[in-house]
């Protein structure tokens, strides 16, 4: 079973303006952590933001936040005033306990943002 | 500069042919990953290491094979059983305390 959905192929938004990538996740382990890595066409993994799931607060990372909504298991990454430099593909991933391959991430397979002037 | 590096850039793999691709990294992280990406999907997991010596398989680790005799090195060979090998495939490395996984830059393994 997927264990990370992202049910948004692709996504376009205007420069400045914010865009929310969804991310949906299971897993009935406790304790996880929740990431989001953008990869660019180069196709190196840039690490942005990270969300326990113990964390009481939403992670937020420069113009990156993570909207934490864990009844929902939803983990929806919010890039405010977006850049032309944001355009490339973001994944969410998921790690669960030890046991289940030492902390090696679960990752969706995407969404494309394309930010456009 | 601290970081996590990967070689060759691109690899080209005859018919019957092993190859290695070469990850290194000087975080001083104990963890180590290997990663396989198919176009427009995700990353799947071939094989993860936490400690010099000890290796275990992921979810794909079918006709590859690893070796981590130096904590900063953690070399994936792909092996001829490997029917389908054409793929990126990202080497990543995380303290286990903190958790967070920092990637190399990639490795194009090309069938000719």
């Known amino acids: 079973a997927q264990k990370i959905t992202q049910t948004q192929p692709g996504m376009f938004v205007q420069e400045k303006e914010a865009v929310t990538l969804d991310c949906t996740y299971d897993t009935s382990d406790p304790s996880y952590g929740l990431f989001w890595y953008k990869q660019p066409s180069s196709g190196e993994m840039i690490f942005l933001i990270y969300?326990?799931?113990?964390?009481?607060q939403n992670a937020t990372e420069g113009r990156y936040s993570l909207n934490f909504q864990k009844a929902r298991k939803s983990a929806n990454l919010v890039i405010s005033a977006s850049q032309l430099g944001d355009s490339a593909m973001y994944f969410c991933?998921?790690?669960?306990?030890?046991?289940?391959?030492?902390?090696?991430?679960?990752f969706g397979k995407g969404t494309s943002l394309l930010v456009t002037p | 500069d601290g970081g996590i590096t990967q070689s060759p850039k691109y690899l080209f793999r005859k018919e019957g042919q092993n190859v290695t691709l070469s990850c290194e990294q000087n975080l001083n992280h104990d963890a180590m990953y290997w990663y396989r990406q198919d176009p427009g999907q995700g990353l799947r997991l071939i094989y993860y290491?936490?400690?010099?010596?000890?290796?275990q398989k992921g979810d794909i680790a079918e006709g590859y094979s690893v070796s981590r005799e130096k904590k900063e090195s953690f070399p994936l060979t792909v092996t001829s059983a490997q029917k389908n090998p054409t793929a990126f495939y990202l080497c990543?490395?995380?303290?286990?305390?903190?958790?967070?996984?920092?990637f190399g830059p990639g490795t194009r393994l090309l069938v000719l």
């Open positions: 290491s936490q400690i010099v010596n000890d290796f």
């Open positions: 990543a490395s995380s303290n286990l305390a903190v958790q967070t996984q920092y």
């Open positions: 969300q326990g799931s113990y964390d009481q």
């Open positions: 991933a998921m790690r669960e306990g030890w046991e289940n391959s030492g902390y090696a991430l679960n």
